[in-house]
């Protein structure tokens, strides 16, 4: 299981690199959103995942801490998660603005010349 984790992991980290190496905004959005996506895969990773585990001390389990699950990265995550959201909703309104003056979703605010 560990390696179909690290799989998605590094197969989304790999499409949000390319992704933000595209020339147009939409891309480079969309990129950023897989990344992020990768990191919050990878901290709730980190965080030891368990099923059916309290992630708060019970006093009659005891205060053993591999009976409980971390909340921390928990938390961080879905910290995460509401200010990527936040963040994409920016990015999308300044790429909106950016194609209304300059007409194009190029990066640099021109298509390329053809030749």
């Known amino acids: 299981m560990e390696f179909v984790f690290a799989l998605a992991i590094g197969v989304m980290s790999g499409s949000g ?60 995550v879905l910290t995460a998660i509401v200010i990527g959201f936040a963040v994409t909703a920016l990015l999308l309104v300044v790429l909106l603005a950016a194609r209304g003056l300059t007409g194009t979703d190029h990066v640099d605010g021109r298509e390329p010349e053809r030749e």
Not at 23 to 33: A, C, D, H, K, N
Not at 37 to 46: H, P, Q, R, T
């Open 17 to 76: 690199i390319y992704l933000l190496l595209r020339p147009r905004t939409f891309q480079v959005i969309m990129g950023l959103s897989l990344l992020s996506y990768a990191v919050n895969l990878f901290i709730f990773g980190m965080g030891r995942l368990r099923s059916g585990a309290a992630p708060v001390l019970d006093t009659v389990r005891g205060a053993d801490p591999a009976l409980y699950t971390d909340p921390v990265p928990q938390a961080l």
